[in-house]
């Protein structure tokens, strides 16, 4: 089963992408908005068949799908929500699931080898066998390592990016299949599927530390961005298992119902967790409210397989960040568009403090990306920060006021833009220095 978020920090809309569809017919992905009570399903896309592995490029902006059957990758534009390209595979790839790099260069495909995908081109560039069977793929969060489950050895390859060669093979337990490495990049859990357990590896030796008894048939494992917990899928005792990964013991056990979970993934804000369903007479993705967890909402997808979500712009999360209002008006040409944005945010206590004046700032809204380089705002008498000029053809203006302790509204006007493919719900993001967030509004659009 697949399924990627797109992850988003705190009170932000991360989407989750859902793999869905039978072994024979036309596959799709479903794509779920996170922030709305309770999650629903915005659009669903036409890709390859019976698509399995999913994940989203670290930007946002695109989603690669393993379409086992038809032999290829899908990539999904985020923004408009279509397929923009359509990768072939050698034959008999067979496309199990995949894995962007953390720096977006690259796509990490398993299927009877791993194969390198080019994401500047969408071409494969290499080819690296490894174990018998492989299933799950994860790197660590510097991009040096990615980590192969091989569920024909009861090993895990860990292959060397920078060479795309094989490093290590670490013994694991019986059939692995997910695999996760936590935000620190110091461990790796992986779930051994016939082994009812999971396996935890040290990254700095590659050597196994724990052996972590779990539920029956576990396969799916995602970890909380604080890395304190890890979510585990155990497929026939439909539960999920619960590891505090600093007594590596499980410490709650989830019942899902009789969903047979398959997949996880967990949201940016580490609030809630996404759980894909192997019943194919039952349909819907259970979220699990990691604060209590319990079973919050159920969305209905039906044959869903795998989840991801969309990773949040680079930099310290926002503690909060929404979009109060977007206005888009599409011209006659092209690069005629125009847009206003009021949005609001507010630092995290630990985040570095900005400065908008020496600090660069980018802004994404839906199709539409710039960065205001450092040096491009004043400081006003009022506090305020100002900018009003061209960018690349472009007339802007912002402005980001300060309204209370750690609290600032965003706001950006824009003319002379291309938001060619924009449409709701629309994306935004906004990196002020090393402070980043992320979000989704409705907006008015007019033609």
């Not at 972590?212 to 961005?225: L, Y």
């Not at 599409?330 to 609001?344: C, T, V």
Request: hydrophobic content about 40%.
């Amino acid at each position: 089963m697949g399924l990627a978020l797109a992850a988003c920090p705190a009170e932000a809309a991360p989407f989750a992408y859902v793999t869905t569809g039978g072994f024979d017919g036309a596959g799709s992905v479903s794509v779920i908005d996170t922030a709305t009570h309770p999650p629903s399903v915005v659009v669903t896309v036409p890709v390859g068949t019976f698509p399995q592995g999913v994940a989203v490029t670290p930007d946002g902006k695109h989603v690669y799908v393993a379409n086992f059957n038809s032999n290829n990758v899908s990539v999904i534009e985020t923004a408009t929500n279509t397929v923009v390209a359509t990768i072939a595979l050698p034959v008999g790839t067979f496309p199990i699931n995949v894995a962007v790099t953390p720096d977006g260069k690259h796509a990490y495909v398993v299927g009877n080898t791993v194969l390198v995908i080019r994401t500047a081109t969408n071409t494969v560039v290499a080819s690296i066998p490894v174990g018998p069977s492989p299933f799950g793929v994860a790197f660590t969060p510097d991009g040096t390592h990615a980590y192969v489950t091989n569920m024909g050895s009861t090993t895990v390859s860990v292959i060397a990016t920078a060479t795309k060669t094989v490093v290590a093979t670490v013994p694991v337990g019986n059939e692995p299949f997910g695999v996760a490495v936590t935000p620190d990049g110091k461990h790796v859990y992986v779930a051994n599927f016939f082994g009812n357990t999971v396996s935890v590896i040290r990254t700095a030796t590659n050597t196994g530390v724990a052996t972590i008894p779990v539920g029956t048939n576990p396969s799916g494992v995602a970890v909380t961005p604080d890395g304190q917990y890890a979510y585990v899928t155990n497929q026939s005792d439909n539960t999920v298992s619960v590891i505090a990964t600093a007594t590596k013991s499980v410490v709650a056990t989830i019942p899902v119902g009789l969903i047979i979970p398959d997949w996880v993934a967990v949201t940016p804000d580490g609030k809630h967790a996404y759980v894909t369903n192997g019943n194919p007479d039952i349909n819907g993705v259970s979220v699990i409210r990691t604060a209590t967890n319990t079973v919050v909402a159920t969305v209905p997808v039906s044959s869903n397989h795998l989840v991801a979500i969309v990773p949040p712009p680079p930099g310290v999360p926002f503690l909060a960040f929404s979009a109060t209002a977007l206005d888009i008006a599409f011209g006659a040409a092209p690069n005629d568009d125009s847009f206003n944005l009021h949005s609001q945010f507010t630092l995290s206590s630990t985040a570095p403090a900005i400065n908008p004046v020496t600090q660069a700032v980018t802004l994404q809204v839906g199709t539409f990306s710039t960065t205001f380089p450092p040096g491009s705002f004043a400081k006003q008498l009022d506090g305020s920060f100002t900018f009003a000029g061209v960018i690349d053809g472009v007339s802007l203006k912002a402005q980001i006021r300060p309204t209370g302790t750690l609290q600032y509204t965003f706001h950006a006007k824009a003319t002379g833009a291309s938001l060619t493919g924009t449409k709701n719900p629309v994306y935004v993001t906004l990196t002020i220095g090393g402070d980043s967030g992320a979000t989704s509004v409705t907006a008015e659009i007019s033609h």
